[in-house]
């Protein structure tokens, strides 16, 4: 085949899309609309000098666990993860912490009365990673290649977090388990929230969350290197407001959202997808802070410093009641709050001696509070003296966000709710694909939806192809 392509937006899905049509033959060119690639997968210097920030996101379980970016040489393109000694810390209010180990036996141990139901329940799915990642990362297929796993996988992830955490009579495994589940932006009373604390807990184990050496930008930029070897290049700081710009082409993949491809290309598309574009929903919103600090975190728990990753919530009770609030429309009081420190692993994320933290609390979509004074309360309950340590900090409204990733609608950094309706028909019953038959759309708003493993921007390439394909045959 050849032909030309374009692909609109350079997050990791854009990039995804970009080397999947390259590898079939296509000429690709991608634009971006922001001065440096790779969306909410960058890192800046964004408080004073010296100081590396990821501007969205930070830990790789589904970047380190894609069966597409596992596929590519991103490591001779510069890519190197760090693992923190444990994925995960939860901090309670007891002063101890609740430590999800990478390995499995380990966790079983530390978990106490809870570890064989631990054990069980995550077992069969860690040690099927390899055949359970292909299977989650894409469309919903009712025609599974793994019936059984993905069956059990079924079962226990379609019901709410709460309903799975009876499995565990220990307040810590269900503090844990609620911190896991609250990534889905759904109440812990609503259907699928528990699919999300189990992927989350499972690719912990099967391939841990890593962090990349020198930042997000990383990744990216190893995506990028990609890239160039396959003669493609990324064109920054060229945003696209209409695809009738672009001139010729055969096929045009748009990493962006649904409301962002009506502008974009709302003359091509027919009167009837647009209005099930309209009725698309965006979730809840991030507010977000990044730290510069004189000296690590003073956890009360030092088993917190063991982690890249911490969540500061306390009981299951309290996170369920803080996504609650956020899912009607609120602002918790207090929120749940993630938190990452990756410079206590990646020394050249901050001058010597010093440190950057990354955290951020779930708010209503495009939530104006400020919550600065709630989020810093909530690390100073499990780190006294957090405040002392503070040397700069920036922060981010859903609005400041969105201002440098037009992706990030509201705050929403996954691409748009994913309920059950949006699980299935993401987001419309016809995925990547629109009305127009040459325009496809590949960002986390299309199967398997937010998070970075580029799998959105495969899938959407491989079906351009193939549809392409056909075309040129009939
Ligand atoms: C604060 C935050 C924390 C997160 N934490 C994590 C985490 O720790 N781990 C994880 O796996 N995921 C995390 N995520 C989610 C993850 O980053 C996203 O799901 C992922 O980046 C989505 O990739 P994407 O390619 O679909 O979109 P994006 O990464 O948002 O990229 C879209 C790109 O398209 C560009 N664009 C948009 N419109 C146009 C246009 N008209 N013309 C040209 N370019 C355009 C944008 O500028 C942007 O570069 C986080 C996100 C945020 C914001």
């Given at each position: 085949m050849s032909g030309k392509a374009w692909v609109i937006g350079s997050g990791p899905n854009g990039l995804a899309a970009a080397i999947v049509l390259v590898q079939g033959g296509v000429a690709v060119d991608v634009l971006e609309a922001e001065p440096l690639p790779g969306g909410a997968v960058r890192t800046l210097e964004l408080t004073l000098p010296g100081f590396l920030h990821d501007f969205g996101s930070a830990v790789y379980p589904l970047g380190a666990g894609s069966p597409f970016f596992s596929s590519l040489p991103l490591a001779n393109h510069g890519l190197n993860w760090i693992h923190s000694p444990a994925p995960l810390a939860?901090?309670?209010?007891?002063?101890?912490?609740?430590?999800?180990?990478?390995?499995?036996?380990?966790?079983?141990?530390?978990?106490?009365?809870?570890?064989?139901?631990?054990?069980?329940?995550?077992?069969?799915?860690?040690?099927?990673?390899?055949?359970?990642?292909?299977?989650?990362?894409?469309?919903?297929?009712?025609?599974?290649?793994?019936?059984?796993?993905?069956?059990?996988?079924?079962?226990?992830?379609?019901?709410?977090?709460?309903?799975?955490?009876?499995?565990?009579?220990?307040?810590?495994?269900?503090?844990?388990?609620?911190?896991?589940?609250?990534?889905?932006?759904?109440?812990?009373?609503?259907?699928?929230?528990?699919?999300?604390?189990?992927?989350?807990?499972?690719?912990?184990?099967?391939?841990?969350?890593?962090?990349?050496?020198?930042?997000a930008q990383s990744l990216t930029n190893a995506l990028c290197g990609c890239l160039r070897t396959l003669e493609?290049?990324?064109?920054?700081?060229?945003?696209?407001?209409?695809?009738a710009d672009l001139g010729n082409y055969d096929l045009v993949l748009c990493d962006v959202t649904p409301r962002?491809?009506?502008?974009?290309?709302?003359?091509?598309?027919?009167?009837?997808?647009?209005?099930?574009?309209?009725?698309?929903?965006?979730?809840?919103?991030?507010?977000?802070?990044?730290?510069?600090?004189?000296?690590?975190?003073?956890?009360?728990?030092?088993?917190?410093?063991?982690?890249?990753?911490?969540?500061?919530?306390?009981s299951f009770d309290e996170i369920a009641a803080s996504e609650q609030a956020v899912r009607s429309g609120e602002h918790a009081d207090p929120p749940f709050v993630l938190l990452a420190q990756p410079s206590l692993f990646d020394s050249s994320r901050a001058p010597v001696g010093k440190h950057t933290a990354w955290a951020y609390c779930h708010v209503p979509n495009g939530s104006k509070v400020d919550m600065l004074a709630k989020l810093e309360q909530q690390i100073e309950r499990f780190a006294p003296g957090f405040r002392d340590c503070i040397l700069a900090r920036r922060v981010f409204s859903p609005s400041d966000l969105e201002s440098m990733d037009a992706n990030l609608v509201g705050g929403d950094i996954g691409g748009g709710v994913m309920d059950i309706r949006q699980f299935l028909f993401r987001p419309t019953r016809s995925h990547y694909a629109t009305s127009a038959k040459d325009i496809y759309i590949c960002s986390s708003s299309t199967p398997p939806g937010g998070g970075v493993h580029g799998m959105c921007g495969y899938h959407a390439a491989k079906t351009a192809l193939s549809r392409w394909n056909a075309r040129l045959q009939s």
């Open positions: 939860h901090p309670l209010d007891d002063g101890t912490a609740v430590v999800l180990e990478r390995d499995l036996d380990e966790t079983k141990k530390s978990l106490g009365v809870d570890g064989a139901a631990w054990d069980k329940l995550m077992r069969p799915f860690v040690e099927g990673w390899s055949v359970l990642a292909p299977e989650i990362l894409r469309p919903v297929s009712f025609f599974p290649r793994h019936p059984f796993l993905m069956a059990r996988f079924g079962i226990a992830g379609l019901s709410s977090a709460r309903t799975l955490a009876r499995r565990f009579r220990g307040e810590r495994t269900r503090a844990l388990f609620a911190g896991l589940a609250a990534h889905s932006f759904l109440s812990m009373d609503e259907p699928l929230s528990a699919a999300f604390g189990l992927l989350m807990a499972i690719s912990a184990h099967a391939v841990g969350w890593p962090i990349p050496r020198g930042g493609c290049k990324v064109k920054t700081s060229s945003p696209v407001h209409d695809v962002q491809l009506v502008n974009i290309a709302g003359k091509r598309l027919s009167e009837s997808y647009k209005r099930q574009l309209g009725r698309y929903r965006y979730g809840p919103g991030v507010f977000k802070v990044d730290y510069a600090l004189s000296a690590p975190i003073p956890w009360r728990a030092v088993d917190c410093l063991r982690a890249a990753t911490v969540h500061l919530g306390g």
